[in-house]
């Protein structure tokens, strides 16, 4: 690895802890610092005063704010993240086979958005204004301005009403079953592979109007090659950035899907744990999910760096 690589993985490094520690310190001012609150929100609005304040003193609640942020930090490397109110379980226990369920929906979410968008946007950028470039655009545009819960409302109607092909919940009540899958899997694919493509197609229209493209049509060599080998990779880029922060998309943005389908996954987890007030599992899903932001925006950088070598000297 040459010594400018290193630097520039450093840095990116660098910049992902001190934003989780920033995220960090911001989750802690939010939801810790007010400690009566925690109170409340762990014993109930109906305890009383000396509840609250005996549950405070025995949890070390009245110690200073920056002790209790540092042990709170130490505790999430140390992988206790406090007792669910909600589910009255360890915060561990229900978090992570959640986010493994949401983990499920969007391997196969985007194992067809990634090879469906690539190739619709190549073939529409390889002749920009032509007629296959319209109809991709618009069929893009199409399932772009439409929201998730539309969606998710027209497929139920369709398949599970209409045509009763499909059932109507996610809940995997009588454990795992691929069936179910499919429908919230189809609203992700039709929300978001519109996006993708679109980025591909003006990437690849770009491309194919640089000069050194230009160039090897006029040496004569196959449009077959000058695709494959030349713009093909150099079109890419951007996509390739643009794939990896569909991730973090994938694990916040599902909230509406999950619920629709009763899907026991992240999202529907977040929205549980806000509407009840679960101060611990807030916390805890929310640096799960900067963690995943962050770290899937580092990924995107070094990768735009070896795909790019050009910034590599810079």
Request: a neutral charge; charged letters at 15%.
């Amino acid at each position: 690895m040459q010594i400018p690589v290193l630097v520039f993985v450093l840095k990116r490094i660098g910049y992902m802890v001190f934003t989780m520690v920033a995220v960090s310190l911001l989750v802690f001012l939010l939801l810790e610092v007010n400690v009566e609150g925690v109170a409340v929100g762990v014993l109930g609005p109906y305890s009383t005063e000396e509840q609250r304040n005996l549950w405070l003193e025995a949890n070390g609640y009245f110690r200073p704010a920056y002790v209790r942020y540092f042990e709170w930090v130490s505790r999430f490397f140390t992988g206790d993240l406090g007792h669910s109110v909600r589910f009255n379980v360890p915060v561990a226990d229900i978090m992570w086979p959640r986010l493994w369920n949401t983990a499920i929906l969007g391997f196969w979410a985007m194992a067809i958005i990634i090879p469906m968008s690539l190739v619709l946007g190549v073939l529409a950028g390889m002749k920009e204004g032509s007629p296959q470039d319209r109809a991709v655009s618009l069929l893009c545009i199409l399932t772009v301005s439409v929201p998730e819960f539309a969606t998710a409302t027209f497929f139920s109607a369709v398949f599970v009403f209409g045509l009763k092909w499909l059932p109507g919940i996610s809940a995997m009540t009588d454990g795992f079953d691929w069936v179910q899958l499919i429908l919230p899997v189809a609203v992700l694919v039709t929300y978001d592979f519109g996006y993708v493509a679109r980025m591909t197609r003006a990437s690849m229209a770009e491309v194919m109007t640089t000069a050194y493209i230009r160039t090897a049509f006029l040496k004569g060599l196959p449009y077959r090659i000058v695709i494959s080998k030349h713009a093909l990779r150099n079109a890419l880029i951007a996509p390739f950035t643009v794939i990896l922060l569909q991730f973090n998309w994938l694990l916040n943005g599902v909230i509406v899907v999950e619920f629709a389908f009763a899907y026991k996954g992240f999202g529907a987890l977040l929205l549980e744990a806000s509407l009840n007030e679960d101060i611990y599992l807030i916390e805890a899903c929310s640096m799960v999910a900067v963690f995943v932001a962050v770290s899937t925006q580092v990924l995107a950088d070094i990768g735009y760096m070896y795909l790019n070598p050009r910034i590599r000297f810079k």
